[in-house]
T-cell receptor, first 111, second 116 residues
């Protein structure tokens, strides 16, 4: 069973729409959760982190965490073509203080 | 804005050769990491380093790999005898936070290693 699962996509949304990216994880002891954005050929860039159940908003981004369902999501409001990238879900689990990444979801925002 | 810098950006080497990848973490950061990403695959943890010693390492980080902080600024990853499957993008990352905040990482632009 994969530790962090994401639909690889691509997820295609029109400009101005809400993009919803989802991630599930297997380790119930996971403590902290992160969303990274990775443009093609570039390094991951931290967008948001969430440590507690519920929603956390930062500008156009909202992270949602449900530990009971082992589910974390990222909403991007008013999507822009510049948001087109691969979004990586990552977590710090019970096994140690390192990040475990999912395979990423490729988002395409069409003008 | 402070950034993590990595050199070289791309290195081509023959199988069996030694490779050293270099990183300069952000100056006030205390936690240092190496991750790698094989083309088309996910980002994988290799090793973490804190207080001049390895904190944790993955199964990938076998005896062929080593890390060093030779001075106050550089952080290096050495691969003693490269294999074809070592071909990947290697990312250095640093953080000023440990524990459960350890995921708030700043990544360098990566060093692409090609083993022929």
């Amino acid at each position: 069973q994969k530790e962090v699962e994401q639909n690889s996509g691509p997820l295609s949304v029109p400009e101005g729409a809400i993009a919803s990216l989802n991630c599930t994880y297997s380790d119930r002891g996971s403590q902290s959760f992160f969303w990274y954005r990775q443009y093609s050929g570039k390094s991951p860039e931290l967008i948001m982190f969430i440590y507690s159940n519920g929603d956390k908003e930062d500008g156009r981004f909202t992270a949602q965490l449900n530990k009971a369902s082992q589910y974390v999501s990222l909403l991007i409001r008013d999507s822009q073509p510049s948001d087109s990238a691969t979004y990586l879900c990552a977590l710090v689990g019970n096994a140690g203080n390192m990040l475990t990444f999912g395979g990423g979801t490729r988002l395409m925002v069409k003008p | 804005e402070p950034e993590v810098t990595q050199t070289p950006s791309h290195q081509v080497t023959q199988m069996g050769q030694e490779v050293i990848l270099r990183c300069v973490p952000i100056s006030n950061h205390l936690y240092f990491y190496w991750y790698r990403q094989i083309l088309g695959q996910k980002v994988e943890f290799l090793v973490s380093f804190y207080n001049n010693e390895i904190s944790e390492k993955s199964e990938i980080f076998d005896d062929q790999f080593s890390v060093e902080r030779p001075d106050g600024s550089n952080f290096t990853l050495k691969i003693r005898s490269t294999k074809l499957e070592d071909s990947a993008m290697y990312f250095c990352a640093s953080s000023d936070r440990g524990g459960t905040n350890t995921g708030e990482l700043f990544f360098g632009e990566g060093s692409r290693l090609t083993v022929l």
